[in-house]
T-cell receptor, first 112, second 114 residues
Framework: DAKTTQPPSMDCAEGRAANLPCNHS???????VYWYRQIHSQGPQYIIH???NNETNEMASLIITEDRKSSTLILPHATLRDTAVYYC?????????????FGDGTTLTVKP | EAQVTQNPRYLITVTGKKLTVTCSQN?????MSWYRQDPGLGLRQIYY???????DKGDVPEGYKVSRKEKRNFPLILESPSPNQTSLYFC?????????????FGDGTRLSIL
């Protein structure tokens, strides 16, 4: 699986949009970009994923650049409960999809 | 309720005493996986299973065993636990083994090996 690079930490004001970047410059054509978050030591929670196109769901939006080498997770109106560690991972699709590698993630702190 | 259930949630034990952490999912998921998480680090994959009777090593398999005799269960076995296996463990499952579906995680098991 391709390696991802994320900033170690970010702050965001409550009510503002939080934009979390992820670099995955070695991504292959059959690799999905996934975002998860972990609040304290709870189990990671799935947020969103995509292959090529931008995606939106009730939690967030995922913007993937045209060359697929980077992506941005957007939380449109951050709340204090969005304070968490956010993990961006890439995962190959197909018969070799077993391995899954998480990096160190970005600690997002939402401030009042 | 669709969920991944791990037991026990907390365990303190001693070096060398065999233990099993159970993981069960009620979503008929094909893929299951075990991770460990140590302070300040992300999740590291221990073992994964693509289907019943199909398991393979992740990044940190040493000292662990797994089995997948039924689709819903994927126990993690520590035959002779050591203090360096003190960690927070997560089990995860995914509908598809082909990587295009997200993983759903359990609440975690905190193991302390003295």
């Amino acid at each position: 699986d391709a390696k991802t690079t994320q900033p170690p930490s970010m702050d965001c004001a409550e009510g503002r949009a939080a934009n979390l970047p992820c670099n995955h410059s070695t991504i292959s054509g059959n690799e999905y970009v996934y975002w998860y978050r972990q609040i304290h030591s709870q189990g990671p929670q799935y947020i969103i994923h995509g292959l090529k196109n931008n995606e939106t769901n009730e939690m967030a939006s995922l913007i993937i650049t045209e060359d697929r080498k980077s992506s941005t997770l957007i939380l449109p109106h951050a709340t204090l409960r969005d304070t968490a560690v956010y993990y961006c991972i890439v995962r190959v699709a197909g018969t070799n999809a077993g391995k899954s590698t998480f990096g160190d993630g970005t600690t997002l702190t939402v401030k009042p | 309720e669709a969920q991944v259930t791990q037991n026990p949630r907390y365990l303190i034990t001693v070096t060398g005493k065999k233990l099993t952490v159970t993981c069960s999912q009620n979503m008929n998921h094909e893929y299951m996986s075990w991770y460990r998480q140590d302070p300040g680090l992300g999740l590291r994959q221990i073992y994964y299973s693509m289907n019943v009777e199909v398991t393979d090593k992740g990044d940190v398999p040493e000292g662990y065993k797994v089995s997948r005799k039924e689709k819903r269960n994927f126990p993690l076995i520590l035959e002779s636990p050591s203090p360096n296996q003190t960690s927070l463990y997560f089990c995860a499952s995914s509908l598809s083994r082909f990587g295009e579906q997200p993983q759903h995680f359990g609440d975690g098991t905190r193991l302390s090996i003295l």
